[in-house]
């Protein structure tokens, strides 16, 4: 019997097709099939559009953002009214907010996805069989990627930009802060794409804000390959919950440093101030900071007073409150928190053995790094530490598509399969075999 | 917070060892809780295992699994007893059957496994970003691997091997019809792994037969990083159901040959008949055949002869029938269907765009070739086929690692996300990110 988990043949076009708003009359069920449906009809034709074709449509996309920014605005307007101004809510209300710089970064965005090479067709190597027969794997689109995010708008520019230059059709569903400014973007993006030569469904947005249709789509595994979940514990619990398609969890970070005995002093200072305070409410800022013991007594004082004077409330461990009065102790809970804001634990450690330990026990297997001018423990640090990305001598705000030359990243994986670290557009590809043969049969 | 889905702070030790065999005061909770939980003990330390004391170990569980042939036959004996002789289970019977050169063969595949170069560390480029660091991918182990079979009792040692070879610990549950012959082998190869220096609990074994202990073991995903799950439908469908760790599926194959209007007829015929007869109960073999109408004239009732000759039944569209007595009429449901035995569907298309149509519809995806002399289709079927092993002039029963080269398998992904096609023991293993820096901080 056929594989059900992927249906090509679907009616040419719906009835009545989906214009990015709401169909009330349409059951939650109903509304997501079809959704799901128009983009896996368009992923048959994306997957051998040419790389030309694309970009237009890309450029066209950027340029659509641009004009519409005022709709788009007006539209976000809406969406901080709704969020309100509470003060406990300002970091939130400000990754929400949109102007027309940030529109314009947005469509840069979506300039730049453009410029990279296109993923697809690459045959790394292709290789001979002693039959004869020449085998290789080609690069090809994975088909329908569900993406389920929170808060910032700016994702659904990045993520329709990503899918599409790397031959995916994808489905995107905002967070319901968002619902307003994102419907507005996605149907700018949407409508710019389709006139553009994109098939009609590969940019698809689940408007309806029901609670329902989140379960409802994790459940379409028959026309969606891939789940991407973007965003807090609650997003993922459900993601986990209800899925019956592969997920690719975009999940907490954290993160240590540990600064050894052989630290030049300067580096630690610069890379861990800069790990803790450049943007903290990111995955990859630190969240502890470990101390060998040799250096804590001549550096760890001065550090915590930079710390504090950027604001940095620090939590320590008996040794540090020692070294310095500005730390206040810290709750054994504290180590293992990711805190997303400016606040740091700090463990004084007697050698690399304790800090391996304690990052085996607290880390996320997100981002960890040393500060060493030791080359033994360097290259032990590099090989034992189980994360995403390790660093010797660099900021664990490094890990990131941008900074490791991706060229684009559609997020940080926390997932031990098909992509770990950042995302770029490689990793939203898989492969097909491709055998060239001469009449070869199995022996 | 720290992420919950590893947890590598355990126990030194459960408290009572788990001897591969049943312990039946152990509630089914407990008994997959503790199995699961060694296993993600041992993967931290095998990850880091030199490729010398690995190799060491796989010798000794091949030579292990000769030495106590005696046991493993008469543990199969008993699997074979209670399978019973019914004349319909013959086939399964047969692959559920040991001889002592079965043995010898199981234990020739761990001695292959063990001379693969191991892929742990691989590195296959770094670079060289503009802020001065090095950027680089380096393969490590999945952690711990989940495998759910049937039948074949040889896969245990085949999974066993590719696991311990590339770093993961695994948990393998074998189907209740092989228990005894399973734990036999089970038994042999984990204790001569554990006498090699392998730590304890890195070759698991799921001993009890009881049906909710595969429901319990798919909800581990705090231990486990990766199910493949390896059978039929019903085993497709408990896993999509239960499993909240990753799957890769191995799944069924509907697999094509289409004989193209410029194809060589020998070589066709050769093609042909080796995709469906070499081995017709496997996943890659032939089951349904697409002739263009314009070779069909003067070759497919001589093909169907040959077909006969071999015992395949043929069941074909209304012009294969006119062209061939010896064709029945198909069914509507004989395309698509995976027949996995000497039955073929037939069906006369009148252009490559009719077969590239048929195999969008009814193929699973898994195997599709094309017989043609005609460079321009061989290019557009290799495009445009969406499957896992896309062939040009071969056998669809090559889509196999060892065929392809990649040393051994595990078996056949029909996933889209991290390995599709044949899984060798790179398909096993991710990546982590190292970056060598020299102070770089993110500005």
Request: proline share 5%; glycine share 6%.
């Amino acid at each position: 019997m056929a594989d059900k988990t992927r249906d090509s043949t679907l009616p040419a076009e719906p009835k009545e097709p989906v214009e990015y708003s709401e169909v009330p009359e349409q059951s939650a069920e109903e509304y997501i099939e079809t959704l799901v449906k128009r983009a896996r009809q368009a992923s048959g034709q994306l997957a051998t559009l040419s790389t030309s074709v694309k970009n237009r449509a890309l450029s066209a996309m950027a340029d659509a953002l641009e004009e519409r920014s005022e709709p788009i605005l007006a539209a976000n307007e809406q969406d901080l009214d709704a969020f309100g101004a509470a003060p406990e809510r300002k970091a939130m209300a400000d990754r929400l907010r949109l102007s027309p710089s940030r529109i314009s970064e947005m469509a840069d965005g979506i300039r730049e996805v453009a410029k990279l090479a296109d993923p697809l067709g690459e045959t790394p190597k292709m290789w001979i069989r002693p039959n004869g027969m020449q085998v290789g794997r080609v690069r090809v689109p994975i088909g329908v990627i569900g993406i389920i995010y929170e808060s910032r708008p700016n994702v659904t520019a990045d993520s329709a930009a990503l899918c599409l230059k790397s031959g995916n059709a994808c489905v995107l569903r905002g967070g319901s802060e968002a619902i307003h400014s994102n419907r507005a973007i996605a149907a700018a993006l949407s409508e710019a794409a389709e006139k553009s030569g994109i098939p009609s469904g590969a940019i698809g947005f689940i408007t309806r804000a029901d609670r329902e249709a989140v379960p409802i789509f994790l459940k379409q595994d028959r026309y969606v390959d891939l789940i991407i979940p973007r965003g807090g514990e609650s997003l993922m619990r459900t993601v986990a919950e209800h899925s019956t398609i592969p997920v690719l969890k975009h999940d907490a970070g954290v993160c240590h440093i540990y600064v050894d005995d052989d630290a030049d002093a300067a580096m630690a200072d610069r890379i861990a101030l800069n790990a803790k305070v450049q943007r903290p409410s990111t995955c990859n800022a630190m969240e502890t900071l470990l101390v060998h013991h040799g250096i804590a007594r001549t550096w760890l004082a001065g550090f915590v007073e930079k710390l504090s004077a950027a604001k940095v409330e620090v939590r320590g461990c008996p040794k540090t409150c020692q070294l310095s009065s500005l730390a206040k102790p810290a709750a054994d809970d504290d180590y293992g928190k990711e805190f997303l804001d400016l606040t740091l634990a700090v463990k004084v450690v007697k050698n690399i053995d304790e800090a391996l330990e304690h990052i085996a026990r607290y880390g996320s297997h997100h981002t960890e790094a040393i500060v060493t001018g030791n080359y033994q423990k360097a290259m032990r640090f590099l090989r034992e530490v189980d994360a995403s990305a390790v660093l010797v001598n660099a900021s664990t705000r490094l890990n990131d598509g941008y900074q490791f030359g991706l060229g684009a990243e559609i997020g940080i994986s926390t997932s031990r399969i098909h992509a770990r670290g950042p995302m770029g557009l490689q990793e939203l590809t898989c492969s097909k075999f491709v055998v060239l043969g001469s009449g070869q049969i199995r022996e």
